[in-house]
């Protein structure tokens, strides 16, 4: 079973989510947080694997709650953020923050029920289209003078990979441009997360952008 921790300041919305969730096959609500005070406090207790987290909310906001539950939580679980709005800011930040994905709450409902369970399994959720028009919306723009001391761990393998990555490349489209397998790419793209300390696959997409490996507005995409 897969443990689901729903996170909404609405309670119809968090009940409805919940009861959803709970009438899916393989899926489990362990835990409903009515704000991120409290998703951070039952993320550490009951330590789910997916934390269907709502953005905005009073008091401690759904970017915040993110980054405290990735950073405290261990095992860390996989964060999916539901938005009103796909270009939101706060969206952004939770990517940035290490979320691993974002639907809209108008997403039919077996859509959202994939979505958890793909992101349980250890991919990121991400329509390439959308989350580069919301990087490139809000990403600082990169100063090609100044210097990218973050990337300084990386191999220039590692590095070129980052880049793939940035212009929404999945393993296997990488591996058939750097003409080496799939699970080389896999390896490549695990070390450098590990450098870095970014937990996900959007979080390195972020990266890519604010280090100027991708350039907003000429990403090289596939």
Do not use: C, W
């Not at 489990?28 to 991120?36: C, F, K, L, R, T």
């Not at 990517?95 to 029920?113: H, I, V």
């Not at 070129?160 to 080389?184: D, H, K, Q």
């Amino acid at each position: 079973m897969i443990r689901v921790l729903v996170v909404d300041d609405q309670v119809l919305i968090r009940a409805g989510l919940a009861a959803l969730i709970r009438a899916a096959p393989g899926l489990d609500v362990i835990g409903e947080a009515a704000d991120g005070a409290e998703a951070i406090e039952l993320a550490a207790r009951l330590t789910p694997e997916v934390v269907l987290m709502d953005i905005r909310m009073p008091g401690i906001n759904g970017v915040d709650a993110t980054a405290r539950i990735l950073a405290e939580t261990k095992p860390p679980p996989r964060v999916l953020v539901l938005t009103t709005f796909d270009l939101d800011e706060y969206i952004y930040a939770a990517l940035r923050a290490g979320a691993s994905g974002f639907l809209l709450k108008e997403t039919p409902p077996d859509r959202l029920l994939a979505a958890i369970r793909t992101v349980a399994g250890g991919d990121t959720l991400l329509g390439p289209s959308v989350t580069r028009r919301l990087i490139e919306a809000y990403v600082p723009t990169p100063h090609p003078e100044q210097p990218t001391p973050d990337l300084a761990p990386l191999t220039a393998r590692e590095t070129e990979i980052l880049r793939l990555v940035g212009t929404g490349r999945s393993n296997a489209a990488i591996a058939e441009t750097l003409v080496v397998s799939e699970a080389t790419v896999k390896t490549h793209l695990v070390r450098l997360m590990s450098k870095l300390h970014l937990s996900s696959r959007a979080q390195a997409v972020v990266t890519a952008y604010e280090t100027g490996l991708v350039i907003p507005g000429r990403a090289d995409a596939p």
